[in-house]
């Protein structure tokens, strides 16, 4: 392919929306949640609509670059080295449409969750969102997506009834269950790795009211919430999900007094339906216990997620099943005495339908674990970024012995191998519709195929 200098091919794309080096936008445009993160990409585009996307494409190939799609930059660190990658920013593309008879959204593919939620509470439904608000849809939802209604109605992934996307030789091509059903399976849970994706068709549920909230102890009672947690959510019935977290919270004037500066222990959740399954939570006797019926839209702030960028690192495993020895690992190594910096350290309930294969489900079918850990947080230097990374390795090291293969991709913050993730026929067949759809691998994906 002969070279040519991108700049001028590139820069009049979009209308002009288009930042390069050395512009004086580049350097906020190439920034996204995580300021951890030093992506310095080719250029970054901003399209308003597929035929833009397309132009993109189609440029971008000609200067012999690739492109990746990034809405909100939540999971660019596995993305890699970007500088022969043009970034599709999908920012100017946020439009949401509810159809609340069919219970059906179309989002464009640059919505955040909070567009979706406020579109969809006025008609008393609900999206299969996840904790973050400010998370977008669709790296949400191809990468799995799961959130506070996850044991009963499964990954969003899967709730995902229609897919727009340019493909790499710029072809707009709409999927779904009657068009190129193949493609439309590989893309839920395949992740980015097929095209641009424009726009997203999925299902509501009727929800206007929940029960939702938080219980909280000190972190010296760690050992014994841990163990009594773990035990009622592997059987704790499909209504109702949780997470529980250890966490180590900073000084901060923001945050509420019964917080500041604590390390706890958290479990927060989601019941619909008989609230009386939290009793051998409640038995337990919190410090503190809001759970209570919310309206519906309060889940997208039940966690409390950091909505405005920050520098971050993170890191996750598959936990098979959390024995008295595995808990003992991890609160020698993420609770009280352990010298931990981390954050928060997460185990998200997983079971119910998560575990169960939904009909016509896509790449992603579910999750196969008991527990997905999630943990991290905030890095100021190189210093606390190396302390933070040697103490998760240590930590995925002790519970090893309990993990299961694979990754939940969504939370996977280094750069994995994705084969881990899919059965041996899921693998061959993801790959073949990757050779089929991009033979020439133009599109880059923050885990690659
Ligand atoms: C604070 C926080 C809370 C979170 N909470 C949850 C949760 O509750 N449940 C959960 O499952 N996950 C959660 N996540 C993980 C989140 O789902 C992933 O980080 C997801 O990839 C973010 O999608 P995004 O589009 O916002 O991010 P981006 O970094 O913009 O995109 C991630 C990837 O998605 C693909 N992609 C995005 N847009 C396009 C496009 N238009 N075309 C093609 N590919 C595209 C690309 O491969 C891209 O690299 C959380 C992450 C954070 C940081």
């Known amino acids: 392919m002969t070279m040519i200098d991108p700049v001028p091919a590139l820069r009049d794309l979009c209308g002009g929306a288009v930042a390069l080096p050395g512009d004086d936008g580049y350097d906020a445009a190439r920034s996204g949640f995580n300021l951890a993160l030093d992506q310095r990409p ?4 901003y399209p308003a609509d597929a035929a833009e ?46 159809d609340p008879a069919a219970r059906i959204a179309r989002t464009e593919a640059g919505a955040l969750w909070e567009d979706v939620i406020d579109a969809a509470a006025p008609h008393g439904l609900i999206a299969l969102h996840g904790s973050s608000p400010t998370v977008g849809v669709t ?4 990468g799995g997506g799961m959130g506070w209604l996850a044991r009963s109605h499964g990954l969003q992934a899967n709730s995902v009834t229609a897919i727009e996307l340019v493909t790499a030789d710029g072809q707009q ?29 999925f299902r509501l549920f009727p929800l206007r009211e929940i029960c939702a909230g938080f219980m909280l102890w000190d972190w010296t009672e760690a050992g014994r919430i841990v163990t009594a947690w773990s035990e009622w959510a592997k059987d704790a019935p499909d209504h109702v999900t949780t997470s529980l977290r250890i966490m180590q919270l900073p000084p901060l004037e923001e945050l509420p007094e019964f917080l500041r500066g604590r390390r ?16 051998p939570l409640r038995a337990l006797a ?26 971050v690192m993170a890191d996750t495993a ?25 954050d928060a350290v997460e185990l998200r309930q997983c079971g119910g339908a998560l575990r169960r294969a939904t009909p016509g489900h896509g790449a992603a079918a579910g999750v196969n674990a008991d527990f997905v850990l999630f943990m991290g947080g905030l890095v100021l230097s190189h210093e606390m970024a ?15 012995p309990w993990t299961n293969a694979g990754h939940y991709l969504n939370f996977a913050e280094d750069q994995v191998d994705m084969s881990e993730t899919f059965s041996t026929d899921a693998w061959a067949r993801l790959c073949d519709v990757k050779d089929r759809v991009d033979p020439e691998n133009v599109i880059h994906a923050n885990h690659a195929i």
């Open 42 to 45: 080719a250029a970054v585009a």
């Open 53 to 98: 996307v397309a132009e993109v494409i189609h440029a971008a190939k000609a200067a012999g670059l690739r492109v990746a799609g990034q809405a909100t930059g939540h999971n660019a660190a596995p993305l890699g080295d970007v500088s022969g990658t043009v970034l599709v920013k999908t920012s100017g593309m946020r439009r949401v449409e509810i």
């Open 139 to 142: 790296g949400y939802s191809l």
């Open 173 to 201: 091509v709409r999927t779904d269950a009657q068009h190129d059903p193949e493609l439309f399976w590989a893309l839920r849970g395949g992740g980015g790795n097929f095209g641009i994706v424009t726009a997203l068709e």
């Open 264 to 279: 706890i222990v958290m479990i927060d959740g989601a019941v619909q339906g008989d609230p009386a399954v939290l009793d």
């Open 286 to 311: 919190p410090e503190l216990d809001t759970f209570g019926t919310v309206p519906a839209p309060a889940l997208a702030r039940l966690h409390q997620d950091p909505e405005d960028p920050m520098p």
């Open 318 to 342: 598959l936990i098979a099943t959390l024995p008295a020895e595995a808990i003992a690992e991890l609160i020698d190594l993420a609770g009280p005495g352990s010298g931990s910096s981390l």
């Open 386 to 400: 190396a302390e933070k990374k040697g103490r998760m390795l240590e930590i995925k090291a002790a519970l090893a």
